[in-house]
């Protein structure tokens, strides 16, 4: 019988998950949010700054995050067929006066 005294039993770590910082635009899914984030990559040849924004799906299980409102998500497994992030937090409260009104609110 092999001796396992002092053996611990090793769990792999964790790998650490992206976090990105946005703002929500569209809320209007259930328990799902849309959030657009901006990014500087400069450009290879001529070395100028351009700006790019990517959207990404995230889940939002209290529905708290509304459009406007700067958020942290981060990575996680797939939830749906374009849903793999989740939000952690909200950053900030967007301003109520500052949203256009949408069609049929007056």
Do not use: C
């Not at 290879?44 to 799906?57: E, V």
């Not at 509304?66 to 958020?71: E, K, M, N």
Request: net charge positive; no cysteine; aromatic share 4%.
């Amino acid at each position: 019988m092999p001796n396992t005294v002092g053996l611990e039993k090793q769990t792999p770590k964790r790998a650490v998950r992206k976090e990105k910082v946005g703002v929500v635009t569209s809320d209007k899914m259930s328990k799902t949010i849309t959030v657009s984030v901006a990014g500087r990559v400069m450009h290879p040849k001529y070395k100028k700054f351009l700006n790019r924004t990517s959207k990404f799906k995230a889940h939002d299980e209290k529905e708290e995050a509304s459009l406007g409102d700067r958020v942290l998500i981060y990575e996680t497994h797939p939830l749906s067929k374009t849903k793999r992030w989740k939000l952690v937090k909200i950053l900030e409260k967007a301003d109520p006066t500052l949203i256009a009104p949408t069609v049929g609110q007056e």
